[in-house]
């Protein structure tokens, strides 16, 4: 895991000194210029990198036991605001896109995701209650915690097998910024005055759905920033099952949640199978929405859809997507009611 | 008081056919099956005629003239679809009078409801969609949102033409074409629309009408080229149309059952509000997807505004629904009948307080009276069940935040009515009801401007409005 990060650090001028965890790597880089990290980073072809080091009691060459041992993060699940691990105790390996050890990932349950739903249920109403300009701030404000953070995801995107690690990450923040801006406007743009034939008051305004359960994409950072941002930047509360392949930035963007204002239970991220953990999703009775964008597998989606008619819950299903591309308002739109409200007119 | 006399409206402007085929590719066609339904007069159970019961073969061949006509209609620009919709509105003007008292011999609602209520709605709604057929790139789905293709529409019993008129009216209008199943109990006045679609000259194929039961309705939602399935009915068959197009693409609107609560606070101007409340549930009888039937009254006044509504309900008058003076017709088929008495009969047995007006009911046809339950639990099957009859579940509140907790308590969310003077309080209700309508100091008032959708299991799509074409496009 390390392998793509030292040179990283070097082009940096930063002396190693022993240092190999992803934490400890980060804080270093996030220290320096955001540039000359992300620059270290793509300059990195992982396969050309190969020092010859591979398999999991490998990654941490001797030398570095030698000058100290590192402190590895346990990656756990993010629901209500904390960060607990599996009820049912069970973790699932990640390997890096070489297949090299990096973590073991929780492997959410069904009672994750029923705790999930909960939390999410409970947030709801303070979330949805709270002004669009309240929203949009804090929104901004995950961008900036993101920013912050941008060397440690460039390094975990890298890792994960992501191409442009860096822009990736830009593309992420940029979005979580276009969407902030969202909040205070889409009542605008998808809501509406109602010229009726009649003495009435007549206005129809969007209104978040609910829970919405989301599957997200393999796309470990920009696609989940994509998925999530758009549910709840219009008040909805989500739960979201992380991609499966690569699950690790999916974790530490919930880092950034919970530092970054947003009320816990607005954001609960499971790690997990998608397989095992979407169709309960889908059958619970206290969902609102689905979201199967990251849902591959044609029999699961279909299944998913199913489980879904018994409440009827709102399904979106969108057709293969391209993250790099203006999202433009239908994932918004996709999870808001419209509300007419009318009153007579008269004196 | 003095007796109203009898003002019956004249049949004669009607003409019934005794035997109904199907029409398709802008052709009268037998169906392939052997199967008819009678459809009556629930007034009389007179029978008004018989109309196919359409089978798969059927609805196949339906579907082939809708996909057949698709090219046709979709290729034609925007203003002149415009103006086969602004001829179809203006025919339906024309033919009101005929419409109003074949809605009214059909579905046993009071001509006074299908004259002056029905029939300018759907007029209008056909005069509204027109306009935007060719507007369609401002609408706010892009320069150049395209249709999806075939229609399927399966429409209920309770207003049966304005039901069409909300399905074809915006499918028309975004260049789809349209298969519709009518309800089984009233499926005469689209029959008669279908002659209207031919007096204006629409291309055969664009609108194509199968009538028959559930198994026809089911039959058009699963056809494997149908692109968009529309549905006003019941939640429970909601579920299944869900059910039965997940993993096919198809777009699909719902627009489902209700338990709408009509929340009156104690400072309501009384009157007005029990207006409200005759209307939000005895309206159409209330076979009407967003009644008013759970009344939340403020405990203060609970006394005084029962005592007001009962003295209201009093003056109803049930009976001939072709009568211009009728308030109550009759319910709407036997089938309809033996549920409202099943879960009124519940009501007693699980404990809450019935009454209704002395009231006689005729001795032929399908009749309830209007009926009150007091003393109501939200536990209560009558206060958590679509009855979809005059029934009103009464209870009562304290605050205004109790009220928003009763109201909400349901899996449903169609409708919801405020009666308050305090602006205020209205705003702050109406912004805490989980409902895709909210009327306040009014209920049951619709326009085709005005989107109508719900919330939770009251299903999902709005008709009417800008947001009413989004159903119909590829967006």
């Known amino acids: ?347 | 008081m003095f007796e109203y006399a009898p003002a019956p409206e004249s049949r004669d402007v009607v003409d019934i056919r005794p035997s109904y085929g199907l029409f398709i590719g802008g052709e009268w066609v037998d169906s392939q099956g052997e199967n008819r339904n009678k459809t009556v007069n629930p007034a009389s159970e007179e029978v008004l005629a018989e109309v196919a019961w359409a089978t798969e073969a059927d609805v196949d061949r339906a579907v082939q003239a809708a996909r057949k006509a698709f090219g046709v209609w979709s290729a034609l620009p925007g203003s002149e679809r415009a103006k086969y919709l602004f001829r179809i509105a203006r025919i339906i003007q024309e033919r009101s009078r005929e419409l109003a008292v074949l809605e009214s011999l059909d579905n046993g609602k009071p001509i006074r409801e299908s004259r002056d209520v029905d029939l300018p709605l759907v007029a209008a709604h056909f005069f509204y969609y027109a306009g935007w057929a060719d507007k369609l790139g401002y609408a706010g789905y892009g320069p150049g949102p395209r249709p999806l293709g075939v229609a399927g529409q399966v429409i209920p019993w309770n207003f049966p033409l304005l039901m069409l008129a909300w399905k074809i009216a915006p499918a028309l209008a975004c260049g789809n074409t349209v298969v519709l199943k009518p309800a089984e109990t009233t499926p005469l006045t689209a029959l008669l629309f279908a002659e209207i679609c031919a007096q204006a000259d629409l291309p055969p194929g664009v609108v194509n009408i199968v009538t028959g039961a559930g198994e026809t309705g089911a039959a058009l939602v699963n056809h494997p080229d149908v692109d968009k399935v529309a549905f006003t009915g019941s939640t429970e068959v909601g579920r299944q149309i869900a059910r039965s197009v997940a993993g096919t693409g198809k777009k699909v609107t719902l627009e489902l059952g209700g338990k709408a609560a009509n929340i009156v606070f104690e400072d309501a101007a009384l009157d007005q509000a029990v207006e409200g409340i005759v209307n939000g549930i005895f309206f159409n009888q209330g076979h009407v997807c967003c009644a008013g039937s759970r009344l939340l009254v403020q405990e203060s006044i609970e006394t005084e505004l029962l005592d007001a509504l009962k003295r209201r309900l009093g003056t109803l008058r049930l009976g001939d629904p072709l009568d211009k003076n009728t308030d109550i017709g009759a319910i709407n088929s036997a089938a309809q009948l033996a549920k409202i008495r099943e879960l009124s009969d519940l009501g007693e047995a699980e404990g809450a307080e019935r009454w209704s007006p002395a009231c006689s009911l005729p001795d032929k046809g399908f009749w309830f009276p209007p009926t009150i339950f007091t003393g109501v639990a939200q536990s209560h099957r009558i206060a958590r069940e679509e009855v979809f009859g005059p029934v009103l579940s009464v209870l009562t509140f304290r605050t205004p935040a109790e009220a928003v907790e009763k109201a909400n308590n349901t899996p449903f969310g169609l409708s919801a009515g405020v009666w308050t003077e305090k602006g205020s309080r209205i705003l702050w209700m109406a912004d805490k009801l989980r409902a895709g309508v909210v009327w306040a100091n009014t209920f049951n008032r619709f326009d085709p401007t005005s989107p109508f959708g719900g919330y939770k299991e009251s299903g999902y799509g709005r008709e009417g409005g800008r947001h009413g074409l989004e159903a119909y496009l590829d967006v």
Not at chain 1, 78 to 102: C, H, K, N, Q, T
Not at chain 1, 268 to 281: D, K, Q, R, V
Not at chain 1, 312 to 331: E, H, I, M
Request: hydrophobic share 40%.
């Open chain 1, 1 to 347: 895991m390390t392998k793509a990060e030292k040179p990283g650090r070097a082009r940096a001028g930063k002396q190693s000194g022993g240092q190999t965890t992803r934490r400890a790597d980060a804080s270093v880089d996030a220290a320096a210029p955001a540039a000359s990290g992300e620059t270290a980073v793509e300059s990195v072809d992982p396969v050309e990198s190969a020092d010859g080091g591979s398999g999991v009691g490998e990654t941490a060459p001797a030398r570095e036991r030698a000058a100290r041992l590192a402190v590895r993060k346990t990656y756990k699940l993010y629901i209500g605001g904390a960060f607990p691990r599996s009820e049912s105790g069970r973790s699932y390996a990640v390997a890096s896109s070489r297949g090299d050890f990096l973590a073991n990932a929780s492997r959410a349950s069904r009672k994750d995701a029923r705790d999930a739903v909960t939390a999410a249920r409970k947030a709801f109403g303070g979330w949805s209650g709270a002004t669009a300009y309240n929203r949009g701030q804090i929104l901004y404000r995950v961008a900036e915690m993101l920013e912050g953070r941008r060397a440690q995801f460039t390094a975990e995107l890298a890792e994960a097998g992501t191409k442009r690690a860096g822009e990736v990450v830009d593309a992420a923040v940029d979005r979580l910024v276009w969407y902030a801006g969202w909040s205070d406007k889409i009542a605008a743009v998808a809501g509406s005055t109602n010229p009726v034939a009649g003495p009435y008051f007549n206005v129809s305004s969007p209104e978040p759905t609910g829970v919405v359960a989301v599957v997200a994409p393999d796309e470990p950072l920009l696609g989940l920033v994509s998925v999530i941002a758009p549910v709840i930047v219009t008040g909805n509360t989500c739960v979201v099952i992380a991609s499966e392949r690569a699950p690790l930035p999916s974790i530490t963007l919930a880092e950034v949640l919970a530092t970054s204002d947003l009320p816990g239970g607005v954001v609960n991220i499971l790690t997990g199978s998608a397989a095992e953990i979407a169709p309960w999703l889908a059958a619970h009775m206290d969902v609102n929405a689905l979201d199967l964008t990251g849902v591959t597998d044609e029999g699961l989606a279909v299944a998913c859809e199913e489980a879904a008619a018994e409440n009827l819950k709102r399904v979106f299903r969108p057709a293969a997507t391209d993250w790099s591309a203006d999202p433009g308002t239908r994932r918004l739109t996709a999870f808001l009611e419209t509300k007419t409200v009318w009153h007579p007119t008269g004196v």
